[in-house]
């Protein structure tokens, strides 16, 4: 059992361990990385990233709503705020898709989403049924990795993609504003400890099932042209 002082720490630890492998071993960092990355493939990503924006919102209304049913009012109150904070999010994402295509020549825009994205929806969705203190965990995943790999990321997006920031925005806003956030988590779960206490091996297992999720969808745009030519 991990206690108080161990869960935000131990959290930011897996995930920072996960982002130095991704940079290594993930065919779509390894893209961003080596300035290999297609236009095509980020619009892939954004495409897919805007709905699970979108998901994002129904889903802290819908663990409000869970929360309010077993009387939890804090966590409640947690998940509301965080809804009203991502009001507009996806925007971003649709901006930067009308930017992408302006900047680059694409010639089969994407209109479906990644069976790896529905997968990452419907797993939320599920905690929140399961547990809705689960969805916590997520929400610190999504935040904290978009902080320590934004910034890196849009850098090499810039330098090496040749893809300018106005591409990649929703990346850039949310890395300023996630900063925040995640402070937002960690004071949250300070006051909401007693309870994490109690399912904190839950939270560990189920950050790895979400890091192995992302992972997954990550590879499928990395992969895409491969996977197409199959």
Known sequence: MLFRSNIYDDLASKINDYYSVLKKENSFFKKIFSGTLEPEQ??????????????????CKNGAKRCEITGDRKLRDFFLLKAQEEVGHDQWAEEDLENIYKEFTIENKKSSLS??????????????????????VFMMFAEYFTVIAGPECIEKFNTLCNIPTNCVSVIEKHATLDQEHVHEWHNFTNEYITDIDIISDEMFATLEDIMKNYARFCSYVGDYYENAAA
Request: charged share 20%; glycine share 0%; hydrophobic share 50%.
């Open 115 to 136: 069976i790896h994205m529905v997968n990452i929806i419907e797993y939320n969705n599920a905690l929140i049924e399961k547990d809705p203190r689960l969805y916590l």
């Open 42 to 59: 980020l619009e892939l990503y954004l495409f897919n990233m805007k709905a699970s924006l979108k998901s994002t919102i129904v889903q």
